[in-house]
């Protein structure tokens, strides 16, 4: 009976050990984007658009009319904001969950257009894969030069005046 219980215990520790282990290799990955060499930081803010990024949550923070926000996508007027060429403040001295506390600080000590250290990315930039769109874009683009040629094509029976 104690081989059997100790068994028990024993395929039990090894079994939540084992998923405790995927738990924290799945959480808190640092994006593409995140500069290189900070893997065991959580926030990073970003000074050209004044918005700060948790690493554990994979969320954007930003301030929206007064009320903290947090998001997995930026917002709608930052949409265009290019993560991979923006510089990332690395906030390796806080811990917390709100990062914001500090807001002021922050934009005092890196306002926008703020360059530190130079930066790596921890991968590389998505190449923007265009072969659905460009080959509907191009069709698109024929149909609408044989439109052309057959409005300017001439239909008359030679009278002309």
């Given amino acids: 009976m104690k081989k ?3 068994a028990s215990v024993l395929f039990m520790s090894v079994f939540f050990a084992q998923a405790q282990v995927s738990i924290n290799v799945n959480v808190g990955t640092p ?3 995140g500069p290189q060499g900070y ?3 959580r926030y990073y803010y970003l000074p050209d658009i004044d918005v700060y990024y948790d690493v554990n949550q ?4 930003y301030d929206n009319g007064g009320k903290w926000m947090r998001e997995k996508r930026l917002p709608s007027r930052y949409r265009n904001y290019d993560l991979y060429s923006g510089y990332k403040v690395v906030l390796t001295d806080y811990r917390g969950d ?7 600080k922050h934009r005092a000590s890196y306002p926008k257009g703020y360059h530190g250290k130079p930066q790596k990315n ?13 080959q ?11 439109k052309q040629s057959d409005k300017n094509h001439d ?5 002309r005046r």
């Fill in 98 to 104: 709100s990062p914001y506390s500090y807001h002021t």
């Fill in 31 to 33: 994006p593409n984007w």
């Fill in 58 to 61: 994979s969320v954007f923070i």
């Fill in 136 to 146: 509907k874009k191009d069709n698109k683009n024929k149909n609408n030069s044989k």
């Fill in 39 to 41: 893997d065991d930081s």
């Fill in 4 to 6: 059997l219980i100790f």
């Fill in 122 to 134: 921890r991968g590389e930039k998505p190449v923007k894969n265009n072969n659905g769109k460009g």
């Fill in 155 to 159: 239909h008359s029976n030679g009278n």
